[in-house]
């Protein structure tokens, strides 16, 4: 890759994982009742048609590993399980209350922190008593995060006989220099460990998240981690650029240097060598960070164009609605996002006092509703069609002098009104939907508040 490039498209800028993204939500519009309407309404119009999706954030972790830029809350005490599931699941008759039939589930995911921490059987009382409500789907999708160092078999068998069919295992990286500096002492062999345990049991895909670009990463470290990887032969591998955040409070990343991290040139060779090793050995680049074999059904809603992008990441099957329990957990109506507390107190207290604990989010208007169309469409498909539509909200020759010149630099092409991504801009993915983003276009932020984006 191109040193030249790095260096003029290497910026701060968002991961689209919404658009507009948290920082540009309009906080003062929105309010708890806008966001009950609109998920009604949305609600209404989706539920007998393609199920909603339910996201609970399970927060705890036993101890923190100082990379990491997830809402957590450390500790090593489990007596807080029950009181958070308690919380989780009175959150769930508040959402129940409101609307005006059962839900049917369609997805189901448990992220985090660790949803691992808790116990099989306190895993079990949640989900039974969220599913004992609702309707559950024809061929339902229910995914969780597993930590390798404390997911055990019973955890494995008893979600999946609640249905689950696919976990995610937080791998990084096996480099013991890097694993010391971020915190996270975790051995092949427990890795090894889940992922065939997982295999056994029935598992349908199961993931690895990899990360380049820890403090003291090496190429030799990233082929060696790689080759690893290729001996566990995961569905889907997550290949993530470490995004280095130290300003947001709390992330505890600053157990390391700034100048113990790689260069960016070095950081893209680190991605290029595991793009490649990943390619040979048979996996297909998919979206941004991604890659999958052929049988998962990943790929397959990949090359349907199916696929679909949330707070999540990837995902392979999509409804309208989003229901996000647990603290900071993120709700989507499609039309509205609505955002619970960071902290697990806030979040209890709001709920405790028998309310809807959303306390920030955004009401989207036409515009917004346009170009989320785009940034979908760039981030899952790597292409999108300008339509007239989109006329009355870009000042395109704008925005089309900036992708004019991306398309001198070999980023991307025109095929009549569509865009093509090529190859290439694949890894600028989020730059090119920077020239769409025009909550930010209009309003430069002041201060940094996204990572870079190579
Ligand atoms: C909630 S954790 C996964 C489950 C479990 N807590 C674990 O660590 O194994 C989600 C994933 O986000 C990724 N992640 C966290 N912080 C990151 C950062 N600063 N940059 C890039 N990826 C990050 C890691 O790959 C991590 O496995
Ligand atoms: S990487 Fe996973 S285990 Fe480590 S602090 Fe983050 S959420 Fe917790």
């Known amino acids: 890759m191109n040193n030249q490039l790095i260096n003029k498209y290497n910026i701060p800028g968002p991961r689209y994982t919404s658009y507009p993204t948290v920082p540009y939500w309009d906080n003062d519009s929105f ?3 806008q966001w009950k309407e609109t998920l ?14 339910v996201y609970i954030h399970l927060p705890f972790c036993d101890s923190l590993c100082t990379f990491c830029a997830c809402h957590k809350h450390i500790t090593v005490q489990h007596s807080v399980e029950d009181n958070y599931i308690e919380t989780v699941l009175k959150e769930w008759d508040l959402y129940l209350d409101l609307l005006e039939y059962k839900p049917i589930i369609k997805e ?3 992220g985090g922190g660790t949803p691992t921490f808790f116990s099989p059987k306190n895993l079990k009382r949640l989900l039974e008593s969220i599913f004992n409500k609702a309707i559950i789907a024809d061929k339902p999708e229910f995914s969780l995060e597993g930590h390798p160092n404390n997911t055990t078999r019973e955890h494995m068998r008893t979600l999946y006989d609640l249905g689950f069919r696919r976990i995610s295992f937080g791998v990084q990286d096996y480099d013991p220099k890097v694993q010391k500096a971020i915190n996270r002492i975790q051995p092949y062999e427990n890795v090894k460990n889940v992922t065939e345990t997982a295999r056994e049991i029935g598992y349908e895909s199961i993931s690895h998240d990899l990360v380049f670009g820890l403090p003291f990463h090496t190429l030799d470290a990233m ?5 690893k990887t290729k001996t566990l032969n995961p569905d889907r591998i997550a290949l993530y650029s470490y995004a280095h955040v130290p300003w947001v409070k709390g992330v505890g990343q600053r ?3 700034d100048s113990d991290l790689p260069k960016p040139e070095v950081k893209r060779e680190l991605y290029e060598t595991g793009k490649e090793m990943l390619e040979e050995m048979g996996y297909v680049e998919i979206g941004m960070d991604h890659f999958s074999l052929k049988d998962d059904k990943l790929y397959q809603a990949a090359i349907h164009k199916k696929m679909h992008r949330n707070f999540m990441g990837y995902s392979s099957s999509n409804t309208q609605v989003m229901i996000g329990l647990g603290m ?3 709700s989507d109506s499609w039309y509205s996002f609505a955002q619970n507390p960071k902290t697990v107190k806030e979040y209890t207290e709001i709920v405790n006092r028998g309310e809807i604990p959303v306390v920030k989010g955004h009401i989207l208007n036409e515009e917004d509703l346009v170009i989320r169309r785009h940034i979908l469409n760039l981030m899952c498909n790597l292409e999108t069609n300008i339509d007239d539509r989109t006329l009355n909200y870009i000042d395109l020759d704008n925005t089309k002098e900036r992708l004019e010149e991306m398309a001198n630099d070999g980023l991307l092409e025109w095929h009549d009104n569509k865009l093509i991504v090529t190859e290439k801009g694949r890894l600028f993915v989020r730059n090119i939907c920077m020239t769409f983003d025009l909550k930010m276009l209009r309003n430069k932020p002041e201060t940094r508040i996204f990572s870079m984006t190579v």
Request: hydrophobic residues 30%; aromatic residues 6%.
């Open 108 to 110: 189901l995911h448990l």
């Open 255 to 257: 157990g390391f240097k």
């Open 40 to 53: 009604l309404k949305s609600f209404n119009e989706s539920n007998e048609k393609e199920g909603i999706s």
């Open 31 to 33: 309010s708890t009742n």
């Open 328 to 330: 900071s957990a993120i």
């Open 223 to 227: 082929k060696d981690t790689i080759q």
